[in-house]
């Protein structure tokens, strides 16, 4: 992804499931050092997205999101913001807040496994603005979460989200306008 700056944004794990970022500039230099920096240990790499100032917002470990600004350090003590939700999707706003689109396991009933599909929207310091858990916007009874996830937001907040439901083994996808002031 893109620093803003002329650069980019890498993310990467290694053989032992250790995630690492870094931003390299215009000239190819590793700004943030050879090995980069550790996030956290996970299997994949995680949704991840510019602040257009060099830094970038990650999702790591589970439900976790941490800020890293244009020098490589973290803005968020610890291991970051609990976002309690799978965040597929993600997206700043022109003021560098986070939006997060995902879903959140809510539990089985006779063998079928229940997700809401969630919003979330994550301030400049590292605050959830929209109840703990989000913004519902579905609910899906499956065994596997839609992997469809998509959204625009331009500088005022959102365009439109989008998102495909799985429930009884048939997708039907959907489309919503949504205003970025959620009461």
Excluded at 17 to 26: A, T, V
Excluded at 49 to 58: E, M
Excluded at 117 to 128: A, C, D, E, F, L
Aim: glycine fraction near 14%; include cysteine; proline fraction near 3%.
């Amino acid at each position: 992804m893109t620093d803003g700056g002329g650069g980019c944004i890498v993310a990467w794990t290694e053989a032992g499931g250790d995630l690492h970022i870094n931003r390299i500039d215009s000239l190819g230099t590793r700004v943030w050092g050879d090995s980069g920096k550790y996030v956290w240990n996970s299997p994949a790499r995680p949704p991840t997205v510019s602040d257009g100032r060099g830094g970038c917002y990650i999702v790591c470990g589970i439900g976790r999101l941490q800020r890293f600004d244009h020098d490589g350090n973290i803005y968020w003590s610890g291991s970051g913001v609990l976002v309690p939700m799978g965040a597929a999707e993600m997206e700043i706003d022109g003021l560098s807040n986070v939006y997060l689109f995902g879903s959140i396991f809510i539990g089985v009933a006779n063998g079928i496994y229940s997700w809401t599909t969630n919003i979330q929207k994550v301030s400049t310091s590292g605050m959830r603005l929209w109840d703990s858990l989000g913004v519902v916007i579905d609910t899906e009874k499956t065994n596997h979460p839609s992997p469809n996830y998509s959204m625009a937001v331009n500088s005022n907040g959102f365009d439109y989200l989008a998102w495909g439901n799985n429930s009884n083994d048939t997708t039907i996808n959907y489309i919503q306008n949504i205003s970025n002031e959620v009461d």
